[in-house]
């Protein structure tokens, strides 16, 4: 069956029916049932200038309405299921500049909602439609810029619960799993950034500075319909590709082994998240190369485990250990059992970060549950720490980084680290610090039978020295 709309009235029963599991007292009697009040932000004017800020729609407001406007309001009955989508008025004036507004049988005929009306009326309709009962928002509407609406509700309703915990757990757990429609938007998004990344390395001969490099991504991104990034652009080579999230994206290649690009294109507000690291030069120093088979099989085997079920903590653990054991072998760690130096926690001086995310309509999109505050470094900034569900979209990013900010404190042995710096054999390392840094990342749905891998960007070593060489003419 094609979806034509946006599936917004399926996406707010569902937000409904998670609110009802995580607060059934308010749903005790079905005439007071709560209703749902979102904004989207409002247009703001940069200070004392009359061009507009860079508008970016509310994620929930758009969950819940599919409707990529700013000034509007969206309100959701729990009891009727009635889903109001709430334009601004027209304004004559800004008609003069920007032609005329989407109408109200537009927005209709558009948008999977029950009516569509002024927001001029909104007040007066809360007043008349949902008298006594408790209205529910997520964020402050005065911070938003909705101070208006805020001071008249309480007059009307029983009650505004603003900021509501119950309301954001369930948006964040409805969100989370994504339906057929939210995954074609994912698949499409990931298409567009696996043909940028491969005009990326396919144009290496162009390219001698970072901002090349940044620029083809976005160009090709644009050119397929995607005007916005899921993020900004992480454009590095050499030493900068230590740096988890580089957006200098300015420095020549010069002198350099690798290229690390993390970049993803959006499309219709979904994103994508996708990285690769590759020679300059299309040829691996043979310590580059190790690193990077390293990271390889850190990747696939934590990859391949993807599936309902599956522990993500255990996935992250097992990718410390693949290292643990790679770097044994390569005489980077040096005087200590696999066990020993992984208890040690050392080797999150060279890989710091969660072994991936959730994935959605933020790069790191809800219902991770992370613990920041965790005191063990090798789980503190892992932003998954839950069994995969299937409808998850996930990134499996493991790398491997090379940075003094990180590693010489280990080796110094300063205050709190333990002793884990032991095992480290500064000699050899000292062969690999112009590596830099290595990640690879592919953007994984988890089906009901295990995963569906939606990048499909080349990540063979082999391969990638073959596309790098042949566009330089080296091969």
């Known amino acids: 069956m094609t979806i034509e709309k946006y599936p917004a009235k399926a996406h707010a029963l569902r937000v409904g029916q998670k609110l009802y599991a995580l607060a059934p007292m308010y749903f005790s009697n079905a005439a007071e049932a709560p209703v749902l009040l979102f904004a989207s932000p409002r247009t703001v004017y940069w200070p004392f200038c009359d061009q507009t800020q860079p508008f970016r729609q509310n994620r929930n407001f758009y969950y819940l309405s599919g409707c990529d406007l700013p000034d509007s309001y969206i309100t959701y009955d729990t009891s009727s299921r009635a889903l109001i989508l709430y334009l601004p008025p027209v304004d004559a004036d800004e008609v003069i500049w920007s032609g005329q507004p989407t109408s109200i049988d537009e927005a209709k005929a558009q948008f999977d909602v029950d009516d569509v009306r002024y927001s001029d009326n909104l007040v007066n309709n809360i007043a008349s439609g949902f008298s006594g009962r408790t209205i529910f928002t997520v964020e402050s509407l005065t911070a938003s810029g909705h101070a208006k609406v805020l001071g008249e509700l309480p007059k009307f309703v029983k009650a505004l619960a603003e900021a509501d915990s119950h309301l954001l757990e369930a948006l964040e757990e409805s969100r989370m799993i994504k339906d057929e429609y939210e995954i074609g938007l994912m698949r499409q998004a990931a298409a567009i950034s696996n043909h940028a990344h491969l005009k990326v390395m396919s144009t290496m001969n162009l390219h001698t500075n970072e901002t090349h490099i940044h620029a083809e991504f976005v160009y090709h991104s644009l050119r397929a319909g995607s005007k916005n990034q899921s993020y900004d652009p992480i454009c590095c080579s050499g030493h900068s590709c230590s740096t988890l999230h580089y957006v200098k994206n300015d420095e020549d290649f010069a ?80 005087g200590g059992s696999e066990e020993e130096i992984l208890e040690s926690r050392v080797s999150s001086a060279f890989f710091p970060h969660g072994l991936g995310h959730m994935l959605g309509m933020d790069t790191h999109d809800t219902g991770g549950k992370a613990n920041y505050s965790d005191p063990d470094p090798m789980f503190r900034y892992l932003r998954i720490r839950r069994n995969l569900e299937p409808g998850m979209v996930v990134t499996v990013e493991p790398g491997i980084y090379f940075s003094p900010f990180l590693i010489n404190p280990y080796i110094r042995g300063d205050e709190g680290l333990g002793f884990g710096g032991k095992f480290i054999d500064t000699d050899v390392l000292e062969k690999y610090w112009d590596v830099g840094g290595v990640r690879i990342e592919d953007d994984v749905l988890v089906t009901e039978t295990g995963r569906e891998n939606f990048t499909n960007v080349p990540k063979d070593p082999d391969v990638l020295s073959a596309i790098i060489m042949k566009v330089l003419g080296t091969s």
Not at 279 to 292: F, H, K, S, V
Not at 296 to 325: N, R, Y
């Open 255 to 334: 002198g350099r082994q690798l290229i690390l690009i993390d970049a993803g294109a959006e499309w219709k507000h979904y994103a994508s998240d996708v990285t690769r690291t590759f020679p300059i030069n299309g040829e691996w120093t043979m310590e580059a190369r190790a690193i990077y088979d390293l990271v390889l099989d850190m990747q696939t085997s934590c990859e391949k485990l993807v599936a309902p079920g599956a522990s993500w903590e255990e996935l992250h653990l097992l990718a410390h250990k693949i290292l643990v054991k790679g770097f044994l072998k390569l005489g980077i760690f040096k």
